[in-house]
């Protein structure tokens, strides 16, 4: 019985592995439009000279004029940068007219969803709305605008949709507006996937782990905690203990050493398979940390979960106050 199980479960991996193999060509890539939010930094801006490179007709998006310059110089002459602020609904209205405009009757082939901020990540009671408003304003409401003025464009090519969350959509590590908007990002992407199966568009979330970029520059991160802290009111700073952030920050960055990827590559490969396997998966884990921790361990008891997730983690000096 177990042989016939292990040889059905290796069908299905070779059967699963050939499909996913099966990409376009490079002749089906040429004239093919590319559309690419955040593009200053990080995955976006390696997304841009790698895609661009595969002769995909890239439109990348940038926050500032420095990093659209920047890019500009590092890719071929056929790149395009438009910037963006996904935050402003006219700026997305009159990038997406600027879009059509360029695409034409072609459409749009890929639109990838990568603009985001961490914003502040400290203790829920530390916080106010409006540490949590930006990045969702950003990550959320700011991909979910983006996605509904492109939408047009990608179903006149059938073409996909690549929405960049974290392994954080399935599982939140500490409190602020940056994981409720990855879990946004998930509920959306799932709900999109199945809208847009029956005009041949296909959605695709990518899930990568800790990666060492500049989102998650931990010296900027540690200077928003600090700036947090010492704002806040004295009963609360009481109830954890002045030596807390310290003890705290040495214990974050403990983790983040040992868990962080540094090889961008990771993610952008999936964002290219997503955009030209014949077959794209609906999810694509990223690092190794995302595959063996995050995802298995988002799918386990919560009783679990907080075992493994809490142990670590700094007690306040007195909790009993609150």
């Known amino acids: 019985m177990v042989f016939y199980l292990l040889l059905f479960m290796a069908i299905c991996y070779l059967w699963w592995r050939w499909r996913a193999g099966d990409v376009l060509r490079d002749t089906d890539i040429a004239g093919k439009y590319i559309f690419i939010t955040g593009c200053d930094t990080g995955f976006g801006n390696l997304a841009a000279r790698t895609l661009d490179k595969k002769g995909f007709q890239v439109i990348a998006s940038c926050l500032t004029e420095l990093g ?22 006219n700026n997305v209205k009159k990038v997406a007219e600027w879009v059509k405009a360029k695409v034409g009757e072609k459409g749009l082939w890929g639109l990838i969803n990568n603009a985001g901020i961490m914003g502040a990540v400290a203790s829920t009671d530390w916080l106010n709305i409006e540490h949590f408003r930006e990045p969702i ?7 979910i605008n983006v996605t509904l003025n492109m939408l047009p464009l990608v179903k006149k090519a059938k073409g996909r949709i690549v929405n960049v969350s974290r392994a954080g959509g399935r599982l939140a590590f500490s409190g602020g507006g940056y994981f409720p908007s990855k879990y946004g990002v998930e509920g959306f992407n799932d709900s999109l996937r199945r809208d847009m199966k029956v005009f041949g568009v296909e959605v695709s979330c990518i899930e990568p782990g800790l990666f060492k970029t500049e989102l998650s520059d931990r010296t900027k991160v540690m200077k928003e905690r600090i ?10 700073r009481k109830q954890y203990g002045e030596g807390y952030l310290e003890q705290d920050a040495a214990n974050k960055e403990k983790l983040a050493k040992k868990f962080k990827n ?3 590559s990771q993610v952008v490969q999936c964002m290219e ?11 694509y884990a990223v690092g190794w940390d995302a595959q063996i921790l995050w995802i298995p361990l988002s799918n386990m008891p919560e009783a679990l979960q907080d075992f493994i997730l809490l142990r670590n983690k700094v007690k306040p000096a007195d909790p009993t106050t609150g």
């Open 137 to 143: 304003e950003v990550n959320l409401i700011g991909l």
């Open 68 to 89: 659209a310059a920047d890019l500009k110089s590092a890719a071929s002459e056929q790149l395009q940068t438009v910037l963006l602020d996904v935050r402003d609904p």
């Open 273 to 283: 398979h997503a955009l030209t396997s014949r077959h794209p998966c609906a999810r």
């Open 227 to 236: 700036a947090i802290w010492n704002q806040l009111p004295s009963d609360i």
């Open 262 to 264: 540094t090889d961008l």
